[in-house]
């Protein structure tokens, strides 16, 4: 089992690193931003409270967070049996925190954690050339500076708090789609014969 964390700011190319993991390794792709984007566009009343926050560039209250990762995981057993990718989770300290009791509790744990390091330049390039292709609400301008300094202030400390789990893996994610792929590859091979 390989449960691998795929961290890196907004625009960093999580998701499309992620979508590469899963035909690799057979894994699981949980993303938290995704999950939430589908109830919005569903009208549920989770959706309806996600896009109080996402609209603004914000994070989601931990408790509501660890909530619904946990009901993803705990509705998709089959599915997570060979392993997770986390895309977009944990954003906090407290959700790394959580999200280490959950798989606990599940008898598992995470192994690796990729961060993608992109040079700040280049990160609103990449999300405003994203929403023009994809319409993502959330990839204009204003939200994108918010969504930036929510990494600085919120979720950059994890790459710290992984670092001292000696769990972090450091890939240079300014190159092109492959090669970052390659790189990330060889790391999670090593893991896989240990
Ligand atoms: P993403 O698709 O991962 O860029 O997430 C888009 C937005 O969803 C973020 O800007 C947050 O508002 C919200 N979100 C996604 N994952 C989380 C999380 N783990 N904690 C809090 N908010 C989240």
Do not use: C, W
């Not at 960093?12 to 938290?32: A, V, W």
């Not at 330049?121 to 939200?143: F, V």
């Not at 893996?169 to 790189?183: P, Y």
């Amino acid at each position: 089992m390989l449960n691998v964390i795929v961290f890196g700011a907004p625009g960093s190319g999580k998701g499309t690193q992620s979508e590469k993991l899963i035909n690799q390794y057979g894994l699981h792709h949980i993303s938290t931003g995704e999950v939430l984007r589908e109830h919005i566009s569903k009208g549920t009343e989770l959706g309806k409270v996600a896009d109080s926050y996402i609209s603004k560039g914000q994070l989601i209250p931990d408790e509501l967070m660890v909530k619904v990762l946990a009901d993803v995981l705990d509705n998709n057993p089959g599915k997570t049996a060979n392993g997770v990718i986390f895309d977009g989770f944990p954003r906090t300290i407290p959700q790394a925190k959580a999200l280490k009791q959950m798989l606990a509790e599940r008898h598992t744990r995470v192994n690796a954690v990729i961060g993608l390091e992109v040079d700040e330049d280049d990160l609103i390039g990449r999300m405003l050339r994203r929403g023009a292709e994809s319409g993502r609400a959330d990839d204009n301008i204003d939200t994108i500076k918010k969504r930036l300094d929510v990494y600085h202030n919120q979720t950059s400390p994890l790459r710290e708090y992984y670092l001292q789990e000696g769990k972090y893996i450091a890939v240079d994610g300014n190159r092109g789609i492959d090669e970052i792929f390659s790189d990330i590859k060889s790391h999670l091979d090593k893991k896989l014969v240990k």
